[in-house]
């Protein structure tokens, strides 16, 4: 009886051995598993910077340049607008078409007046009743008669390319002859037409870079650089071939929204370059 119950007691101590084996060999790798899950559940909820970015290349890789990188430290920051100069600009008026109006509601100009619609050209800007902020519904004589600026920009000439040029050039004349006139003591800015992509200046047969550069340059012979000036925006927004670029437009002819900010900032800098010299 005694020999039965000891070799009861071994079987039972090697049985839970056993179990207790299987247990830890099976929990082990599960466990693991575990542990692998949490470690890259966290490594992807910590936000990578460039500063904390781990490289997973090898000696033979390229690694991938970040934000901070040598190479784009060394390449001109195109909207870095931090060492344009400043002037007042609250004796300013722009007057223009639709890309006025854009730098009326994205430029961000302090103290500027717009007088400034969709579709207004050099034969209709004298019929034309337009809001301007601070001031009400005016005409442009109505405006220049009551209220005196330093200050004033002109951009018109794209919605009348499909008039006679001659005509154009005449009635643009006609209307610097008659801002002198109101004004005589404003320095005039002629602001050259700003180009469309060159997809819409090979189909379209009359607004067309062609046709806008003669035109810009016949405004440009205007300015005297003592009371009319010349300011060419292009420059901010051409491709290398010298048609507006395709990234900087939805519509082709007219640029972001975010990109008046940057021309209002440009204008302001040319306008003090003018008024040192």
């Known amino acids: 009886m005694k020999k039965s119950n000891l070799i009861t007691c071994i079987s039972f101590i090697l049985l839970i051995a ?11 790798p599960s466990e693991k598993l575990s542990e692998d899950a949490s470690s890259a559940a966290l490594q992807t909820a910590v936000p990578i910077t460039p500063e904390g970015e781990k490289s997973s290349t090898t000696q033979n890789e390229k690694p991938q340049e970040s934000a901070s990188s040598p190479s784009d430290e060394t390449k001109p920051d195109e909207t870095d607008t931090s060492s344009l100069k400043t002037v007042s600009m609250d004796d300013a008026l722009f007057i223009g078409d639709s890309r006025t109006v854009g730098l009326c509601e994205y430029s961000e100009i302090p103290g500027a007046d717009f007088f400034a619609d969709v579709g207004m050209n050099v034969f209709n800007i004298y019929k034309k009743t337009v809001s301007v902020p601070t001031v009400g519904k005016v005409t442009l004589t109505q405006l220049l008669t009551n209220k005196k600026y330093g200050k004033i920009y002109i951009m018109l000439g794209i919605n009348e390319i499909g008039y006679p040029f001659d005509s154009l050039i005449a009635k643009y004349k006609e209307l610097l002859d008659f801002v002198s006139e109101k004004q005589p003591g404003a320095e005039i800015f002629i602001q050259a037409n700003l180009h469309v992509t060159k997809a819409r200046s090979d189909k ?24 009319i000036y010349y300011l060419d925006a292009n420059t901010l927004f051409d491709d290398a071939n010298g048609n507006l670029s395709a990234d900087k437009t939805g519509d082709s002819a007219h640029p972001y929204g975010k990109y008046y900010m940057q021309w209002g900032k440009w204008i302001i800098n040319q306008t003090a370059l003018v008024e040192e010299g």
């Open 18 to 28: 056993v179990v207790v084996l299987v247990m830890v060999i099976w929990r082990s």
């Open 204 to 227: 379209d047969k009359v607004i067309n870079n062609p046709a806008i550069n003669k035109l810009n340059e016949k405004l440009k012979t205007f300015a005297d650089g003592k009371h």
